[in-house]
């Protein structure tokens, strides 16, 4: 076997596409380091060099799907917008229709609700923070009157999970209740 040198993000990258795929095919309890060493045809040392366990790799993949997901969320958001046009243009929290990734497929797949729940969990706690920017450039502008936007922002956030992960409703139902929700909720700051 001819070894293959390669920087060390290009090579944990690798690791962590090749183990989404092997957790996808197999599922993640059926899932061993040894096999993505295998299915990566590298040594298992390798994969801990970089991960010290299957659940730090599968957390990792999950951080950088989420990343993903507040990325896409914030190309509709400008702090110069209004709070209200940002609430109308901005999708509440819905993942990317077209991603296509393992991540995307593992945390959608019936039966993997665990995985879905630690997925919004991290979206959440990477929006927290530009919802609170958001919050609090509104209240420079005079646009709304809220002490404590931190907070406000974390209850903006984290207050949606319920709807969101109410699979009774449809995603066109929860966006519509959330939408409506926050749209009041400003006008009671203003």
């Known amino acids: 076997m001819t070894r293959i040198t390669k920087a060390p993000e290009e090579r944990r990258q690798e690791i962590i596409d090749t183990a989404m795929k092997v957790f996808y095919e197999k599922g993640y309890e059926k899932t061993s380091i040894s096999d993505i060493a295998r299915e990566m045809n590298v040594a298992q040392g390798l994969c801990y060099r970089y991960f010290?366990?299957?659940e730090e790799l599968f957390d990792t993949a999950l951080d950088q799907y989420a990343g993903r997901?507040?990325?896409?969320?914030?190309?509709v958001l400008d702090e110069q917008m209004s709070l209200a046009d940002?609430?109308?243009?901005m999708p509440t929290f819905a993942e990317v229709e077209n991603d296509n990734s393992y991540a995307q497929k593992i945390c959608h797949e019936t039966g993997n609700?665990?995985?879905h729940n630690q997925l919004s969990l991290k979206i959440c706690s990477k929006l927290q923070p530009i919802v609170s920017n958001l919050l609090a450039k509104?209240?420079?502008?005079?646009?709304?009157?809220?002490?404590?936007?931190?907070t406000a922002a974390s209850f903006c956030v984290y207050g949606q999970l319920g709807i969101l992960l109410n699979q009774e409703l449809t995603?066109?139902?929860?966006?519509?209740?959330?939408?409506?929700?926050?749209?009041?909720?400003?006008k009671g700051f203003s």
Do not use: C, M, W, Y
């Not at 940002?86 to 243009?89: C, D, L, S, T, V």
């Not at 509104?138 to 931190?150: C, L, M, P, S």
């Not at 995603?171 to 400003?186: K, N, S, V, W």
């Open 86 to 89: 940002i609430i109308e243009k």
């Open 69 to 75: 997901q507040v990325e896409q969320i914030s190309t």
């Open 52 to 54: 010290s366990s299957k």
């Open 171 to 186: 995603p066109e139902e929860r966006e519509e209740r959330i939408r409506i929700f926050l749209l009041e909720l400003i």
């Open 113 to 115: 609700l665990k995985f």
């Open 138 to 150: 509104a209240n420079e502008r005079g646009e709304i009157h809220i002490q404590d936007t931190e």
